[in-house]
């Protein structure tokens, strides 16, 4: 489990790393309507005692993805349960 846990934040803060890099780079970045491209141009644009750590931005994602993944998921299980109990 902690290998995957190592694993995982090593592909976000590579994929925060490219973000950070393209916003650097053009900065239409706000265009795209993607969670991390939107948090990191944000953040570049934040003042000091508005800027979020990169290692913030990596738990927002995983929040996100996570919640996402859960509630996906429960909205079937319990319409299933619900039909199969009438």
């Known amino acids: 489990m902690a290998h ?3 694993h995982l934040n090593c592909i976000g803060l590579q994929l925060i790393e490219d973000s950070l ?4 780079a053009k900065r239409n970045v ?3 309507r ?4 939107v948090l ?3 953040n570049l644009e934040a003042s ?10 990596l738990c927002q994602i995983l929040t996100c ?7 996906t998921s429960s909205a079937p299980a319990w319409c299933l349960c619900t039909l199969a109990n009438i």
């Not at 890099?21 to 650097?24: E, F, G, K, N």
């Not at 993607?34 to 491209?37: M, S």
């Not at 000091?48 to 931005?57: A, E, N």
């Not at 993805?65 to 509630?71: C, D, F, H, Q």
Request: charged fraction near 10%; proline fraction near 0%.
């Open 34 to 37: 993607h969670l991390l491209t």
């Open 48 to 57: 000091d005692s508005q800027h979020i750590s990169t290692v913030k931005i």
């Open 21 to 24: 890099q393209s916003a650097i």
């Open 65 to 71: 993805l996570i919640a996402g993944y859960e509630t």
């Open 40 to 42: 990191v141009a944000s």
């Open 4 to 6: 995957a846990h190592v």
């Open 30 to 32: 706000l265009r795209q």
